[in-house]
């Protein structure tokens, strides 16, 4: 893997910024979802972390060595809230976006989902039975994580191939991604930051089981014993380390789209991204960010 070269990279604008981070104990770590709301179990603290704006520079970051690229992309959807014109149109449009900045020979979209920084507390409110976590409206990220482990990063390449492209010759290597655009005005008040990858120490990796629920357990509920939990599907959190480094993108606009890894199985190159939402305060009139992201996997054949 390539090591980090600094030097133009410290020329960036640095500011402040506040990130999540699991606490240094050893925890049951769960993430439960519902409509609007979000829970992790184990204990989070705010650190204080040097967030660099990589705007200016848009042009120099590589997707295999720092495991996010930041490219352009017009989109044909006139109205990202209106979830008809999106499931009619976006996937589409993704698979081939994501083709152009990786070169891959396949890509298979898997859904979609809106996040806001406006507040969702009714919506978190209402009682939705059989709720999906897909095609919806959540909260913008609270913690620094991934949103795969390795386990689930390697499923997914062999469960959506055969659910896509199944008879095909195969793949030699496969990329969980997130291709993420913001749709509201800029400057954002809670945009996404991304970490080098690189910069990932290793200890500091702990996996976050997910429970997608109608309703929020309580109490002991929410960390008892669950057959089979280490085969369900996982992200990472991670811990702080002083080493991390944190990137944003300034002001984006509708035609800026981030892609960033949650599972590369070459793991030669810089092979996954954390990612958060962090409170911008570093730049004026900052408005309510609301964005869509796709889950994808590439396959190099």
Request: aromatic fraction near 12%; glycine fraction near 8%; charge should be negative.
């Amino acid at each position: 893997m390539a090591s980090i070269a600094p030097d133009l990279e410290e020329t960036a604008r640095k500011s402040s910024a506040t990130i999540r981070y699991l606490g240094p104990d050893d925890y049951i770590t769960r993430r439960y979802v519902s409509q609007g709301a979000e829970i992790n179990t184990g204990d989070y603290f705010d650190y204080e972390c040097d967030m660099r704006d990589g705007m200016p520079m848009r042009d120099h970051f590589r997707f295999d060595e720092h495991g996010f690229v930041l490219g352009r992309h017009t989109s044909q959807v006139s109205d990202f809230w209106d979830r008809a014109e999106v499931d009619a149109k976006y996937l589409a449009e993704v698979e081939e976006a994501i083709k152009a900045l990786t070169g891959a020979d396949k890509v298979a979209a898997q859904g979609w989902m809106i996040r806001t920084s406006a507040d969702l507390t009714q919506r978190a409110a209402e009682k939705v039975a059989g709720y999906q976590h897909s095609g919806g409206i959540q909260p913008t990220a609270g913690e620094a994580h991934i949103d795969y482990n390795p386990r689930t990063g390697e499923a997914s390449g062999a469960r959506l191939y055969d659910q896509r492209f199944a008879g095909g010759p195969g793949f030699k290597r496969h990329i969980a991604v997130s291709f993420w655009r913001t749709f509201s005005p800029g400057p954002q008040d809670w945009p996404l930051a991304v970490m080098d990858g690189r910069s990932i120490v290793g200890d500091e990796l702990a996996s976050n089981t997910l429970f997608v629920v109608d309703e929020f357990p309580t109490g002991d509920a929410l960390v008892a014993p669950v057959e089979g939990e280490d085969q369900m599907i996982a992200a990472t959190i991670l811990r702080h380390r002083a080493q991390h480094r944190w990137w944003y993108f300034s002001n984006m606009d509708r035609d800026d789209v981030l892609l960033f890894k949650f599972y590369d199985s070459d793991h030669s190159v810089t092979w996954r991204c954390p990612h958060t939402a962090f409170h911008d305060v570093s730049l004026p009139d900052t408005k309510t960010r609301s964005s869509i992201e796709v889950r994808a996997v590439a396959f190099f054949e």
